[in-house]
């Protein structure tokens, strides 16, 4: 089991910048691709970013490509995601996930994740 706790949301203005950082227990870190999801009021989750176990492979969704950044400290069991030039439509729940694939593409589809956290909250203001 893996346990997963997001921290760093909060109330920005557009074109703003947050890191959040979502700190994992239990089973090896090392051993498991991350990923963060966001879930806007109305909307289903989707996948922003991911990066594989080893860390050498990550995915964007488009919406963010060029703002937001997946990274990784398996010292630290710690995967962190730094949002930049944030944007009123990114305003939702973020969530971070665990998926125990191995493969070397991170996985890109919510039924590969195993465990979530909670969730924090990103407001984006106009």
């Known amino acids: 089991q893996v346990r997963a706790v997001e921290s760093g949301g909060g109330l920005v203005q557009a074109g703003g910048s947050l890191r959040l950082s979502c700190a994992a227990s239990?089973?090896?870190?090392?051993?498991?691709?991350m990923g963060w999801f966001r879930q806007a009021p109305g909307k289903e989750r989707e996948l922003v970013a991911a990066i594989s176990w080893i860390g050498s492979n990550t995915y964007y969704a488009d919406s963010v490509k060029g703002r937001f950044t997946i990274a990784r400290d398996n010292a630290k069991n710690t995967v962190y995601l730094q949002m930049n030039s944030l944007k009123p439509e990114d305003t939702a729940i973020y969530y971070c996930a665990a998926a125990g694939s191995r493969d070397t593409i991170a996985p890109t589809h919510a039924s590969e994740y195993d465990y979530w956290g909670q969730g924090t909250q990103v407001t984006v203001s106009s």
């Open positions: 239990g089973r090896p870190f090392s051993r498991y691709a």
